[in-house]
């Protein structure tokens, strides 16, 4: 299994580079979009090499999610404690974007240790924004405690116009995943890996692991959920969170990995089936090769030298009438 790294490379290639040629004071102007319609747009200037704008464009949010302002509750508070001084909110954001923050690399850390994790939690900025409420909610798990002003039911979203829900409680925090795909051949590949999924679970090596199941119907933690929410053709998958999967450092891996479940499964879900595609044009290519080799060769017939040959005569042959008369007579 190949898991999704949190941090955005492009990103943190433009950070990089931007550090290393402060002197030169280049322009920069970049905009690219990831996986689950995260758009990104990163803006420097000459006058002022040091200073780097970031903005964030967030995927569009269903009805049953609550955003605060743009943002995912808690979000603001996130950014304010993963980036400190470095960072700033400008408010209103860029047209078109959720978050833009103002960042002055001036003011990064000057050992090297300590700038390269704080260059990487920047471009782990997609993480720390939409992961803000879940983490918030972990977070009290792992003190044993209820978040306060949660409801029973919360949705968060990962997808344009999808949600995933968590029921939080003190002992344990249920999370459920709708799983849609638009293409019928994924629908079917997503079904049998989520299958599996389950079933790999139940091994002794993984027994420490969140439990998981999955089911076609919804979970009956879902009856208060709004229909639309619920049509699914992937079905259902279901993780029980316990206090031990986030503790200590495996926090951010249990946040990010939940956050992008979705796009996990999708991803191992395109390499089956570009796997398949691959084996099946080596096995046509194997049984075009097999026929080539069991073509007859063409039959080469030799003459011998005291074989004769005929040749038919025609009237042009003959010269006309007399010629064919004559060799009546013979």
């Given at each position: 299994m190949i898991l999704l790294q949190s941090p955005s490379k492009y990103l943190l290639q433009i950070l990089s580079n931007r550090l290393k040629s402060l002197e030169k004071g280049v322009?920069?102007?970049?905009?690219?979009?990831?996986?689950?319609?995260?758009?990104?747009?990163?803006?420097?200037?000459?006058k002022n090499p040091q200073l780097l704008l970031l903005s964030l464009s967030l995927p569009t949010p269903p009805p049953e999610t609550l955003f605060v302002g743009g943002l995912p509750p808690g979000a603001i508070e996130a950014v304010k404690v993963a980036y400190g001084v470095v960072v700033k909110i400008i408010d209103p954001?860029?047209?078109?974007?959720?978050?833009?923050?103002?960042?002055n690399l001036s003011k990064l850390p000057p050992d090297e240790e300590n700038n390269k994790a704080l260059m990487i939690k920047i471009a782990s900025v997609r993480e720390v924004v939409l992961g803000a409420p879940l983490r918030v909610v972990l977070k009290h798990l792992a003190a044993r405690t209820l978040a306060p002003d949660v409801e029973k039911?919360?949705?968060l979203v990962h997808r344009p116009k999808e949600s995933f829900f968590l029921v939080p409680r003190a002992e344990k925090v249920t999370i459920i995943f709708p799983m849609r795909f638009k293409d019928s051949i994924d629908t079917v590949l997503a079904t049998s890996?989520?299958?599996?999924?389950?079933?790999?679970?139940?091994?002794?090596?993984?027994?420490?692991a969140p439990s998981c199941l999955w089911s076609a119907s919804p979970p009956s933690e879902l009856k208060d959920?709004?229909?639309e929410?619920?049509?699914?053709?992937?079905?259902f998958i279901t993780?029980?969170?316990?206090?031990?999967?986030?503790?200590?450092?495996?926090l951010d891996?249990?946040?990010?990995s939940l956050s992008t479940f979705h796009a996990y499964v999708n991803y191992h879900v395109k390499c089956s089936e570009g796997f398949m595609h691959t084996r099946m044009r080596r096995r046509v290519e194997s049984l075009i090769q097999a026929l080539d080799r069991a073509k007859p060769e063409p039959l080469k017939t030799k003459r011998s030298g005291h074989s004769r040959s005929f040749k038919r005569l025609s009237l042009k042959d003959g010269r006309g009438p007399k010629r064919l008369l004559y060799l009546g007579k013979i």
């Open positions: 322009e920069l102007d970049c905009q690219w979009v990831e996986f689950d319609d995260v758009r990104y747009h990163v803006q420097a200037s000459v954001p860029k047209d078109g974007y959720n978050l833009t923050l103002r960042m039911l919360v949705a890996f989520l299958q599996e999924f389950v079933e790999a679970r139940r091994a002794a090596a993984l027994n420490t959920a709004p229909a929410s619920l049509s699914v053709n992937a079905g993780f029980v969170i316990l206090p031990r999967h986030v503790e200590g450092k495996k891996r249990t946040v990010w």
